[in-house]
C-alpha cells in the first residue's frame, strides 16, 4: 500500500479523478433541476439526459479506445479535459444568451471526452503501476466513486439550489481546468517502440486489429459474454427500483434515494475492503466473480420479494459490497491480460456490448412487468445474473496472472 502511494502516476490520476467525480455530480444534478425547470417537468426532455449520456458511448467508445492506443497518453488526458472546460465555457455563454437548449450539450461533452480519456488513463496504468499492485489501485478508485454516490447528490443540488445554472456550469470550468492542469505532473508518456510503424497505419486498419485481439483471446470472448448478461440484467432492474419501493415496500418514490445510498455505502466498505485485501483477492480470484454474481442473482430476487425496507436495505448494502469486488476483479483481468497496445480497443470494444445490455434491458423493462409483473421481471434478471456466474467460472487465468497474484501478499 505505501508503495502505492509513492507511484506518482496513480497519485496524479486519482486526484484527477476526484476532481472529474466533484464536476460529474455538479453536472448531474444541476441539468436535472435546469431541464426539469425550463420544461415544466416533462419526463421526456429528462429521459433525453439519460440518451445523451449513454449514446455517445456507442458511438465513440472504440473510436476513443482505438485513438488512445496511437496517441501519447499523458496528452490525451491533458488536452481532454481542457477541451471540455473549453466545451463548457461555450455553453456557459450560450445558456447566458437564452439559448437554455445548449445544457444539454454538457452532458454530451462530458460522455465524449470520457470516451477517449478514460482508456488513455487504463494505458497509464499498465504501464506505470505494477501488477501486484492493481487491484489495490482499483480498489481505491472504487471507494472514491462510492464516496461520490454518497455525497455526490446533495453538494450538487446545494452548488445549483444556491448559485443557480451559471454558476453550476462556472465550476465545471474550473473543475475540468484543474484536472487537467494535474495531469501535466504526469511523467513524459510516448508511446511505444511500434508508434511509429502504427502511425502509418490506418485507424480502420487498428480497429480490425483490435477485433481480432479480442476475437482471439479467450478471456476476453468470456469477458464480453459477460459484460452483456451483467447489462441485460442491470438495464432490467435499474428502472423498476422505485416501483419496488412503492409496491412491496409500501414507501414513497421519494426514498428510493436512501437505498441508493445504501449502495453506495456498500460500494465504499467494498472498496476499502478490496484495497486491504489484494493478496487474498489475487489468491482467490477464480472464484471471487462466479461466486459474487451467484450472490447478486439471489439478492435480486430477494429484494422483489422483501415486504421490509430493513432486508431490501441490507441487499442492497451487500450488493454494493459484491460490485466493488466485482468491478476490482474484472478491472485488474482487463488490465493484466490485455497488451499494452490494444488496451484502449479492448475496452471500446467490450464497453459498448455491457451499454448496449443496459440499454436493452432498460427498454424491455416496462414490457416485462406489463406482461409478467415485477416478479417476473426480476426473476429474469437473476436468471440472468445466475447464467453469467456460468459463464464467469470459465474464465481462463494465465500463467502471467497467476504469478502475479502470486507475487505479493496482503
Keep these: 500500500m505505501a508503495e ?10 486519482a486526484g484527477a479523478d476526484l476532481l472529474q467525480q466533484i464536476g460529474i455530480w455538479i453536472r448531474n444534478m444541476a441539468l436535472l433541476y435546469y431541464i426539469m425547470e425550463q420544461t415544466n417537468n416533462d419526463p421526456a426532455a429528462v429521459a433525453l439526459l439519460t440518451v445523451f449520456e449513454y449514446l455517445p458511448i456507442f458511438v465513440f467508445a472504440l473510436i476513443g479506445g482505438t485513438f488512445a492506443d496511437r496517441w501519447n497518453p499523458k496528452r490525451t488526458v491533458v488536452a481532454g479535459d481542457a477541451l471540455s472546460a473549453v466545451s463548457i465555457a461555450v455553453i456557459l455563454a450560450l445558456v447566458l444568451g437564452g439559448w437554455w437548449q445548449a445544457a444539454f450539450a454538457a452532458t454530451v461533452v462530458s460522455a465524449v471526452v470520457s470516451q477517449f480519456s478514460q482508456p488513455a488513463s487504463a494505458v497509464l496504468f499498465k504501464r506505470h503501476v505494477p501488477e501486484r499492485h492493481v487491484e489495490t489501485a482499483v480498489g481505491f478508485t472504487q471507494s472514491m466513486t462510492a464516496v461520490f454516490m454518497i455525497g455526490g447528490p446533495p453538494v450538487g443540488t446545494f452548488v445549483y439550489t444556491r448559485f443557480g445554472i451559471e454558476w453550476s456550469l462556472s465550476a465545471l470550468i474550473a473543475v475540468f481546468a484543474a484536472a487537467s492542469v494535474v495531469q501535466l505532473l504526469l511523467p513524459s508518456t510516448p508511446r511505444t517502440q511500434d508508434g511509429g510503424d502504427r502511425g502509418r497505419m490506418s485507424a480502420l486498419k487498428d480497429l480490425q486489429d483490435g477485433f481480432r485481439y479480442v476475437a482471439g483471446h479467450r478471456t476476453l470472448r468470456i469477458a464480453a459474454v459477460m459484460f452483456l448478461l451483467i447489462g441485460l440484467a442491470a438495464g432490467i432492474v435499474n428502472p423498476l427500483d422505485v416501483f419496488v419501493v412503492m409496491e412491496r415496500l409500501g414507501l414513497e418514490k421519494e426514498a428510493v434515494q436512501w437505498f441508493a445510498m445504501l449502495e453506495g455505502l456498500g460500494l465504499l466498505i467494498g472498496g476499502g475492503l ?10 482467490h480470484r477464480r472464484r471471487i466473480v462466479p461466486w459474487t454474481l451467484v450472490l447478486f442473482g439471489i439478492g435480486t430476487f430477494v429484494e422483489v420479494l422483501s415486504l421490509w425496507p430493513v432486508l431490501t436495505g441490507g441487499v442492497r448494502l451487500l450488493s454494493g459490497v ?8 474484472l478491472g485488474a483481468l482487463m488490465i493484466m491480460e490485455v497488451e499494452e497496445a490494444y488496451v484502449g480497443r479492448t475496452n471500446g470494444i467490450i464497453l459498448p456490448v455491457m451499454m448496449g445490455g443496459l440499454l436493452v434491458g432498460s427498454a424491455s423493462a416496462g414490457l416485462l412487468v406489463r406482461q409478467a409483473t415485477l416478479f417476473g421481471a426480476y426473476g429474469l434478471a437473476a436468471a440472468l445474473l445466475l447464467l453469467c456466474a456460468l459463464v464467469a467460472a470459465r474464465i481462463p487465468y494465465t500463467a502471467k496472472a497467476a504469478s502475479a497474484a502470486s507475487g505479493e501478499g496482503v
Design 4 to 13: 502505492l502511494f509513492r507511484n506518482r502516476v496513480f497519485l496524479v490520476v
Design 274 to 283: 478490496a484495497a486491504g485485501l489484494s493478496g487474498w483477492i489475487d489468491r
Design 322 to 329: 459484491a460490485l466493488t469486488f466485482l468491478q476490482v476483479v
